[in-house]
């Protein structure tokens, strides 16, 4: 089993920046491919940003060049860079994890809060 846990969400003005990280323990040696989704109230979850085991990443069309995954193996650990963030960027943002290449969806952390206001 794998337990994600994210941070750094918070309120923002548009326009700013945020940082999110996700901390991976447990099983983390069966990890592949990690990424970050996001949901907003009433609209479906969608995927934000992925990113696999050897650095190959995709961004959705929404966020590329404002939005940036990367991940330290070492520390266990994923990052989203948010800049250039704007209102519609608001969400929750659940960072997952997968066993194989491609989109992760085995495990699931409980989400971090970011609010941009205009």
């Known amino acids: 089993q794998v337990q994600l846990v994210e941070s750094g969400g918070g309120l923002v003005q548009a326009g700013g920046s945020l940082r999110l990280s996700c901390a991976a323990s447990?099983?983390?040696?069966?990890?592949?491919?990690m990424g970050w989704y996001r949901q907003a109230p009433g609209k479906e979850r969608e995927l934000v940003a992925r990113?696999?085991?050897?650095?190959?990443?995709y961004y959705a069309d929404s966020v590329k060049g404002r939005f940036t995954i990367s991940r330290d193996n070492a520390k266990n650990t994923l990052y989203l860079q948010m800049n250039s963030l704007k209102p519609e960027d608001t969400a929750m943002y659940y960072c997952?994890?997968?066993?194989?290449?491609?989109?992760?969806?085995?495990?699931w952390g409980q989400g971090t809060q970011v609010t941009v206001s205009s």
């Open positions: 997952a994890a997968g066993d194989v290449p491609g989109t992760p969806s085995d495990y």
């Open positions: 447990g099983s983390i040696f069966s990890i592949n491919a």
């Open positions: 990113i696999s085991r050897g650095g190959r990443t």
